[in-house]
C-alpha cells in the first residue's frame, strides 16, 4: 500500500519561492502518474500539474504554467513542485495524487502567500 506525505508548505511573500515534496511509501512509485492538486479556501480542489510515471511528460494549469515546475525521482520516490513567483491567489493547501486503481491522496501541506 503506497502512502503519500507532502512537505515544504509555509508562509511566503509575494514574488517568493517555495519547494513542495511528496514522498511515497511502499513499492511501484515509478509506474504511477503523479499530480498536485490544491484547494483554497471555498473553492474547489483544482488539479496544479502532472507528471508521467517517466517524468517525460509534464502538463500545467495555465494559471501556473512559467511559475511552478513539477518533477519527479524515482529513484527516492519523490515528487517535487518547484514555485516562484508566488502569488495571493495561489494560497491554498496543496496535494500530492498519485494515480492508482483508486487513487491515493496525501494529507496536504499548507501554502500561504502573503505580505
Known amino acids: 500500500q503506497v502512502q503519500l506525505v507532502e512537505s515544504g508548505g509555509g508562509l511566503v511573500q509575494p514574488g517568493g519561492s517555495l519547494r513542495l515534496s511528496c514522498v511515497a511509501s511502499?513499492?511501484?512509485?515509478?509506474?504511477?502518474?503523479m499530480r498536485w492538486y490544491r484547494q483554497a479556501p471555498g473553492k474547489e480542489r483544482e488539479l496544479v500539474a502532472s507528471?508521467?510515471?517517466?517524468?517525460?511528460?509534464?502538463n500545467y494549469a495555465d494559471s501556473v504554467k512559467g511559475r511552478f515546475t513539477i518533477s519527479r525521482n524515482n529513484f527516492n520516490n519523490t515528487m517535487y513542485l518547484q514555485m516562484s513567483s508566488l502569488r495571493l491567489e495561489d494560497t491554498a493547501m496543496y496535494y500530492c495524487?498519485?494515480?492508482?486503481?483508486?487513487?491515493?491522496w496525501g494529507q496536504g501541506t499548507q501554502v500561504t502567500v502573503s505580505s
Open positions: 511502499g513499492s511501484l512509485f515509478n509506474n504511477y502518474v
Open positions: 495524487y498519485a494515480l492508482t486503481a483508486a487513487g491515493l
Open positions: 507528471i508521467s510515471s517517466a517524468g517525460d511528460m509534464r
